[in-house]
């Protein structure tokens, strides 16, 4: 009887960590599937899509500007970026850890030109929150891995 | 009895509710302490003591440079920074939110010379990690606010 509650008990252990295993894959592949949302919003210049990608009360916190609270200053920010130049931005997950519905990513990004001259990449952590059902951004700060120039 | 029963589980759920406000003010406070040890250490120019209030396996995402993983690598980054004059740095938390023994802390620094003058300011984002009884900086990233010179 001890030996069947044993083996119950191992088995029991084996399927939870399987399921929390499946979790875990769960988060990475929707929030590597809403950065290519991210980036295909880019790539057609719109903005107010980039921003529908985050919750209601994110904060984006772009290098070079201060923090953009809500989705109407995240949209402004990323208008900016798209009117600048930005239409290439890939974007590599490093990492991510879940933690209920709440979980953090760190990954970097590259971003080309139209005819694929690298223009600058960079590393990046968003933290990231289920809201109703959908993995938003919640908090995004990123920055350039390019050294400085010489002054 | 029914009557009883709610108050007790009404008292159950303030009691609860109070002691996850605690907890969470808990941390909050250690990681404002870790934050001042941080500038301490680089006041003084100690970047191995900076290194030590990171995990094992942490990772530090500097601007203009690549990830640096691990302690020794951390340090090496610091010592770089110190080096390079950064004495006066200030950290003030926006937020914290833990989930267990994980918790991220969205931030500003500024950076002030030996005289007094501001000489860059910025925002960051922490993941912390409780590891031996003590929260780590487990993910850090930061970047300056100041826009890049018009070219």
């Given at each position: ?46 903005a107010a899509a980039v921003a529908a990608l985050y919750t209601s009360t994110a904060q984006a916190l772009p290098p070079g500007g201060e923090i953009a609270r809500g989705r109407d200053a995240i ?77």
């Open positions: 009887m001890r030996r069947r509650s044993t083996r119950l008990l191992a088995f029991a252990a084996v399927v939870l960590a399987g399921a929390a295993v499946s979790a875990a894959e769960d988060v990475r592949a929707a929030i590597e599937a809403n950065n290519k949302a991210f980036s295909a919003a880019v790539a057609r210049g719109d949209q402004k920010a990323f208008q900016g970026m798209i009117d600048a130049g930005a239409t290439d931005l890939t974007l590599s997950t490093l990492e991510v850890e879940a933690h209920g519905d709440t979980a953090h990513e760190v990954g970097t990004w590259a971003l080309k030109a139209k005819d694929g001259t690298a223009l600058d990449k960079g590393k990046f952590i968003v933290i990231w929150k289920k809201e109703t059902g959908q993995w938003r951004l919640h908090r995004d700060i990123w920055n350039s891995s390019t050294p400085p120039p010489a002054r």
